[in-house]
């Protein structure tokens, strides 16, 4: 096991921890490959099966109007922004939830304006409003399972405007690779960017008992992950993990 690795399984309490621990990366297609990076970086192998089939939804005449009215559009997920960022006119502030995002961004030619230092919905808000205090309006696009979070942490300032521009799905194929990865005890550890993967992840896996090293991407995902009785661990631990193999 190498130094960084070493350091993480102490902090983690992970007792299974050598260089070849598998690791279960679950977002959306086409969106694991920094995770994967990221993981292999510090010592693990790992496998992709997401929990999150995603189909995009068009802008209906009312909210392509709201849209291009709006001086801030959020994206808190990477599956939306190609849809959305085809339709908004020059001029328009974009604010992004963490670095994958912000490339995604990018990569439509659009440079964002604000990027949070954290992947979850309440740092960025909170970053977002100690940078920008004054009353203005806000387009949100989003899920068909994200919660009112955003919306609630700036109702009391600001104008949000969200809607539905995405299913977030979770296909029949993958939830019987899954129950087959679990069987066969195929991954000690998984990586769960939100709730609902978890929720799905669980769906399956509370029917086996498996000892697994779960992470976290923020403290909202942990925390689903414990109602259930589950130990998480939050990413932040391994990303501090320095060239010195120190945490």
């Known amino acids: 096991m190498d130094r960084r690795r070493s350091a993480i399984v102490s902090q983690t309490g992970n007792q299974g ?3 070849q621990q598998t690791i279960l990366l679950t977002r959306g297609d086409g969106l694991n490959a920094a995770d994967q990076a990221f993981f292999e970086a510090i010592g693990y192998q790992t496998r992709v ?12 005449g009312e909210e392509l109007q709201q849209l291009r009215l709006s001086s801030w559009l959020f994206f808190t997920s990477q599956a939306a922004v190609p849809t959305v960022l085809a339709q908004v006119l020059p001029g328009i502030n974009v604010a992004v939830i963490g670095q994958k995002t912000a ?12 990027i949070s230092s954290k992947e979850t919905k ?16 806000i387009f949100y696009p989003k899920s068909q399972l994200a919660d009112n979070l955003l919306e609630q942490m700036l109702e009391d300032t600001y104008q949000v405007h969200s809607f539905v521009a995405y299913q ?11 129950d087959d990865l679990l069987r066969k005890a195929a991954v000690q550890s ?14 399956v896996y ?42």
């Open 103 to 114: 490339e995604a961004v990018r990569r439509m030619g659009v440079e964002p304006a604000f």
């Open 17 to 19: 921890g050598n260089a």
């Open 122 to 137: 309440r740092e960025m808000v909170k970053e977002w409003r100690m940078l920008y205090p004054q009353p203005t309006t």
């Open 49 to 60: 099966l997401p929990l999150t089939s995603i189909q995009t939804l068009p802008l209906a």
């Open 190 to 203: 998984v990586y769960f960017t939100s709730p609902s993967a978890w929720r799905r992840f669980y769906s």
């Open 206 to 247: 509370q029917h086996y008992y498996l000892p697994l090293e779960l992470i976290a991407i923020g403290e909202t995902t942990k925390q689903a992950i414990e109602k259930t009785g589950c130990k998480a661990t939050l990413i932040e631990k391994y990303t501090a993990v320095n060239e010195n193999g120190q945490i």
């Open 168 to 178: 977030n799905l979770f296909l029949p194929d993958n939830q019987i690779k899954l």
